[in-house]
């Protein structure tokens, strides 16, 4: 039986999900997407539930009036029609909650959660690296996984609770006005108390707890940022003094939940006393009429019973109000980081890139960070299908940039850049990068094996071709004699967070195999031998010479030596193209290139 349930909702959709808004409201009804349906089905469920159960308080008042007549007309017989219909509509009630119970747990509280925080990361891996320069990762991840919960409990909350509530409470109040439209009245006065109390407290608790989500969110970062730079802090600084950075956004956080707190102490209290009001009122009304023959002692014994169930009713509703209003606070966080920023190029619907030898043109290409002054300032460059072009320049000269352009992880604030003749703003993404591969010197290492790093743009690739890729990039010997804690050795050893266990030319090399295994027509190279020693390098340098014939290469480098062989190099100087020519030619007409020449020779 659990097993229908668990099946019956996709945990992992292939398709990607409609772009979600930045409001808390369109967010959450975009997040439902195909899960609707499961909703809709557990409200049913619920609605029929709280009718039934409101049902049975008519049910009781007319089982205690047949009681009470028997009594006084001194027969025992059993009442057999009311207690039937009474056992039938438990039966009911057990069968309504059997398929509740698998809609809230099996299909909604598991599988929701997962297919969420699926829609949620294939969301976040798709935005540019601008949107990631600007958040911490470890905000990042505790929003994807809070986002997700949160989504949860309000729909749940909204599907479940607020639909038996309301469906309760309209059948209650029609089952009292069967029994006498008077005592209708302390439910009124009641329901408009609550409902006061709900209109006062609610939103304002909503509030801090928008308040409290981005606190939480600003601790977790603040934590996973100090974790991630462990070993820079513990060189240049001290626990005391990480103490004393993370204080402030702990307090902060501290505070605003002690003034949510103080919120719903508030509310809990007024629901209190609405609730005895209401219990002590019912008493004395019921039993008044009582008294004067208005009703029977049925009617007082149901709007009592109704009036004690309230009270806990109306207990279950302030916490569930409050959790409602206090995860929107944490949804609202989630839609202006999942639903506010802008997607990547590459993970738009876009064509697949056509491939026609390699040809690029770059025309009037300007590219700005937000609002900061532009770093590429109307670059006009074209580099033919299988010509070698180096790139030099000083430090934040716009050279990684323009490599990030080509790669279209970045848009062009102006211009445009064409391959084959395609603007690579109406390119696929990851279509454009299977024709590009590109070795950096910020070398990328994810927490899996030696083997699913090298083999991560070819994830075809057999282990032979791994490992001759590893091979060509001199990493082979000392691959060997890697392990890790998990007992995994060679290939299969976990490089741990970052890649952090092994040293950094290790983690070149590795960056280098991963390159040459995927074969790609264009070889982009940002200073592919940064972290290795001389010896290594002339190795590596010696492979790499091999794999760029009938290949595009574009080579940024500070080591010129590294460019006497290229068709041409560029210059760049203050985002701007200084000069471009071949290696002997700038040496004897730009004064940029000769003075960085001149200072390299020994």
């Known amino acids: ?71 006084i007309a001194g027969a025992g017989a059993m009442p057999v029609t009311s207690l039937g219909v ?31 925080r699926w829609n949620y990361h294939r969301v976040l891996l798709g935005k540019d690296l601008t949107f990631f320069a600007r958040n911490i990762a470890g905000r990042l991840a505790a929003t994807m996984m809070q986002c997700a919960l949160a989504v949860r409990v309000v729909s749940v909350v909204m599907a479940d609770a607020l639909v038996y509530v309301a469906v309760y409470f309209a059948t209650l109040a029609a089952v ?48 996973a940022d100090a974790y991630a730079n462990a070993t820079a802090l513990k060189v240049f600084s001290s626990v005391e003094q990480e103490l004393d950075q993370m204080r402030p956004a702990m307090h902060d956080l501290l505070d605003k939940t002690r003034l949510q707190l103080r919120l719903v102490s508030g509310f809990e209290l007024a629901n209190q006393l609405a609730s005895v009001l209401l219990i002590a009122s019912t008493a004395g009304l019921g039993t008044w009429l009582w008294s004067r023959g208005e009703v029977g002692i049925g009617a007082v014994a149901a709007t009592i019973a109704t009036a004690i169930r309230l009270h806990g009713i109306a207990q279950f509703v302030m916490s569930q109000m409050t959790l409602l209003f206090d995860n929107l606070g944490v949804i609202q966080d989630g839609a202006t980081i999942l639903g506010g920023a802008r997607q990547a190029p590459a993970s738009r619907q876009a064509a697949p890139l056509r491939w026609c030898g390699g040809d690029i043109r770059i025309d009037e290409l300007t590219f700005a960070y937000g609002s900061c002054p532009p770093v590429l300032k109307g670059i006009h460059l074209h580099i033919r299908a299988g010509e070698k072009l180096g790139i030099v320049g000083a430090s934040g000269a716009g050279k990684s ?101 092994l040293s950094g030319g290790q983690r070149q090399r590795i960056a280098l195999a991963r390159a040459l295994l995927c074969d790609s027509p264009i070889l982009v190279m940002d200073e592919p031998t940064s972290s290795l020693d001389a010896q290594t390098e002339a190795v590596v340098m010696e492979e790499l010479s091999r794999h760029m014939t009938g290949k595009t290469v574009i080579s940024i480098t500070h080591k010129l030596t590294h460019l006497q062989n290229m068709d041409r190099v560029l210059v760049l100087q203050d985002g701007r193209i200084k000069a471009a020519g071949p290696h002997v030619e700038l040496l004897e007409r730009c004064d940029v290139y000769s003075q960085m020449w001149t200072a390299q020779e020994p």
Not at 21 to 43: H, K, M, N, T, Y
Not at 110 to 115: E, G
């Open 86 to 116: 009474l056992m039938l509509a438990l039966s009911v009630a057990t069968l309504l909650v059997v398929l509740q119970a698998g809609l809230k747990y099996q299909v909604i509280t598991v599988n929701f959660v997962t297919r969420l």
């Open 401 to 501: 940039t323009l490599v990030l352009l080509l790669l279209g992880l970045l848009e062009p604030t102006h211009g445009r850049i064409q391959i084959d003749g395609q603007d690579l703003r109406d390119v696929c993404g990851q279509s454009l990068r299977r024709h590009i591969a590109l070795v950096s010197q910020d070398t990328a290492l994810v927490h899996r094996s030696i083997a699913d790093n090298i083999a991560l743009g070819r994830p075809q690739a057999s282990r032979q071709q791994i490992e001759q890729a590893a091979k060509a990039a001199g990493a082979a010997d000392f691959i060997k004699g890697l392990s890790d804690p998990w007992g995994h050795r060679g290939y299969d050893a976990i490089v741990g967070d970052r890649g952090l266990t």
């Open 176 to 223: 009292a006005a069967t029994l006498s439209p008077v005592l209708l009245l302390p439910f009124i006065a009641w329901l408009l108390a609550y409902g006061a109390a709900l209109f006062h407290f609610v939103p304002r608790i909503g509030k801090r707890g928008i308040e409290q989500a981005g606190a939480r969110a600003r601790v977790a970062g603040h934590v």
């Open 1 to 71: 039986m659990f097993h229908r349930f668990e099946r019956w909702l996709n945990p992992f959709p292939q398709e990607a999900s409609t772009p979600l808004p930045g409001s808390a409201w369109r967010f959450l009804w975009g997040s439902c997407e195909g899960v609707r349906g499961s909703l809709l089905a557990l409200a049913i469920c619920t609605a029929s539930l709280g009718l039934l159960e409101a049902w049975l308080y008519r049910m009781l008042a007319r089982l205690v009036d047949e009681l009470a007549a028997q009594q």
